[in-house]
């Protein structure tokens, strides 16, 4: 059964920087596209950045973009977000998973790794 454990989470001031990382298990890793989504308090679960199976292709929502970059480490079921320049809006919860266009009603999430930027 497919797992996903995010970490790297915490306190930021504006124009800090973070690295999220998320190990997944129970799954074949390395076959998959993946994502980091987050949901900031009161709002809805966007897509944050997605990455390819091979780590060859990367996209990034407009509001992130040129700020963070997301990798993949496949040999150890990996996912990494680093995040640099931190905004007081990046506050969500973040979460990885696969990629999907439209995240299905009931599929799995893990528990999240909170981000706060604050001054």
């Known amino acids: 059964q497919v797992q996903f454990v995010e970490s790297g989470g915490g306190l930021a001031q504006p124009g800090g920087s973070l690295r999220l990382s998320c190990a997944a298990s129970g799954t074949s890793f390395s076959i998959y596209h993946m994502a980091w989504y987050r949901q900031a308090p009161g709002k809805q679960r966007e897509l944050v950045a997605t990455?390819?199976?091979?780590?060859?292709?990367?996209t990034y929502a407009d509001s992130v973009r040129g700020r963070f970059s997301i990798s993949r480490d496949n040999a150890k079921n990996t996912l990494y977000l680093q995040m640099n320049s931190l905004k007081p809006e990046d506050t969500a919860v973040y979460y990885c998973n696969f990629v999907f266009t439209t995240p299905p009603p009931g599929i799995y999430w893990g528990q999240g790794t909170r981000v706060n930027v604050s001054s």
């Open positions: 990455i390819t199976f091979n780590g060859g292709r990367t």
